[in-house]
């Protein structure tokens, strides 16, 4: 019988043995690896996704996208900004230039009372001294009032003469005239105004009927194709007095 020396600290034999020592410290934990058929250690599946599908854009991406288009917007805001200004300027200026139209057409019924009168008056040559002075005055007075309305923009159609232009002149009749081309303005009855390059009043005129215009010159292929023809062609159509062919029972 040998005498031993028993550790109370050693783990006892038996039912006991396997229970842990809570003095202990703790055992590092074990992780196991799962291996595959073969014994090969399986490689992690791509962060990406599934193969195939359409990776989302980067966060850069999405930031330079949103750039552009902020970028874009400043730069519509910024055309449509122009684009009210000049259009504000161009009214502010067509306000300012034909602002007097409606009282410069008011005036204009003026004008051609002054001018009728002046037209209307006797020679000045055989005219009293009174009737004189009055004509003068009438036509210092028209001279004033288209003065006025010269300094305002609002200046005299030069109808006389002038080819006829349906933008600025108002053709009431025709008056034959063998020694004018056609269009040619003879007379007028009412003259006309422009107030910028704007016609305010057109002018009443009397155009010419006289000369017609030349005709178009025929093509140079078909005066020769005219002068290639022979004299006698046609002749033979029995219409024209030509020979025809006999008859069977000639």
Known sequence: MTNETRNPHAPAN????????????????????EYGPQGVTPEP???????????????????????????????????EMENVRKRGERERQDTQKYAVSKFARDVLSVADNLERAIAAAPPTESADP?????????????????????????????ALGAQFDPHQHQAVMEQPDPTLPSGTIVRVFEAGYMIGDRVLRPASVVVAK???????????????????????????????????EPSAGA
Not at 49 to 76: I, M, Y
Not at 213 to 223: L, S
């Open 14 to 33: 038996g039912a006991h043995a396997n229970t842990p020592d809570p003095s202990a410290p703790p055992a590092p934990e074990t992780h196991a690896t």
């Open 45 to 79: 599946a791509p962060q990406g996704g599934a193969p195939g599908a359409v990776n989302e854009p980067s966060p850069v991406q999405a930031l330079e996208a949103q750039v552009a288009d902020l970028k874009d917007q400043v730069l519509r805001a910024y055309a």
């Open 130 to 158: 009174v009737l004189k002075g009055l004509f003068e005055g009438v036509t210092v007075t028209e001279r004033a009032l288209v003065g006025i309305l010269e300094r305002h923009g609002v200046t005299r159609i030069d």
């Open 210 to 244: 006289g000369i017609p215009k030349a005709p178009r010159p025929a093509h140079p292929q078909d005066a020769a194709a005219t002068d290639a023809m022979p004299s006698d062609a046609g002749n033979d159509n029995p219409a024209n007095g030509g020979s025809s």
